[in-house]
């Protein structure tokens, strides 16, 4: 396969060497001693994980103490980093695990616990600026998407939780089956049966 100027691409497997050597290069000078390694590891994770959180938890404060608590778990856990995954993929696991601990020990609703894409807050406001314009089109706007996440929270939990995580464009196959420990065959075909049970609720409710 080639590159667009012309040059060969380098295979996918090396690509993945060169990322697994550089995570443990990272976690030496970590676990030596040096912080401005780890405060890079912080800087460049933290958008991520507290998204992966958030998809989870609905909520911005839980999601971003979850973030600081999974990084304080990685400082103390890196030195079981084995290089079986990314770095990456190992941290999300982590925040993955800490996310659903936080849902299952507090009662959410439908709307609280899952969400599309952005902030809550972004999306009041967003409603409140339309509705100033078109006050019909944005509550029937909002009634959809409220409807759309109540239909994906419906969703068997295993199905869901691929959805959600395949949704991040910085997820592969790959690194969602890592997360969720399942090989990637089964998170392919969850993420089939999830977009077709979903297709199957949303039309049912005349919302497609």
């Given amino acids: ?19 697994y050597a550089d995570d443990a290069a990272r976690v030496e000078r970590v676990l030596a001693g ?3 390694a780890f405060g890079d590891l912080v800087r460049q994770y933290h958008g991520l994980c507290y998204h992966v959180s958030y998809k989870v938890l609905r909520n911005a404060g839980d999601a971003e103490e979850i973030v600081q608590d999974a990084f304080i778990k990685v400082h103390g856990a890196l030195a079981e980093f084995r290089g079986e995954a990314s ?4 941290i999300l696991r982590i925040v993955w695990r ?30 409140r600026s339309r509705s100033a314009e ?20 419906r969703l068997p939990e295993p ?30 075909s969850r ?7 979903l297709a199957d609720d949303l039309q049912r409710r005349g919302l497609v």
């Fill in 159 to 188: 199905l869901r939780q691929a959805l959600v995580l395949h949704g991040f464009e910085e997820l592969g196959y790959d690194d969602v089956a890592r997360i969720l420990q399942v090989p990637v065959g089964t998170v392919c």
């Fill in 1 to 19: 396969m080639n590159a667009p100027n012309g040059q060969t691409s380098p295979p996918k497997l090396w690509i993945r060497t060169a990322e």
């Fill in 34 to 36: 040096d912080q401005r």
């Fill in 134 to 153: 078109h006050p019909d089109r944005a509550y029937q706007a909002q009634d959809t998407k409220e409807k759309v996440l109540e239909a994906i929270d």
């Fill in 98 to 127: 800490l996310s659903l601990n936080r849902q299952r020990d507090r009662s959410r609703s439908a709307w609280s616990r899952l969400g599309l894409d952005g902030d809550a807050e972004a999306d009041v406001e967003m409603v």
């Fill in 87 to 90: 770095l990456k993929t190992w």
């Fill in 191 to 197: 993420i089939h049966g999830a977009r077709r049970k």
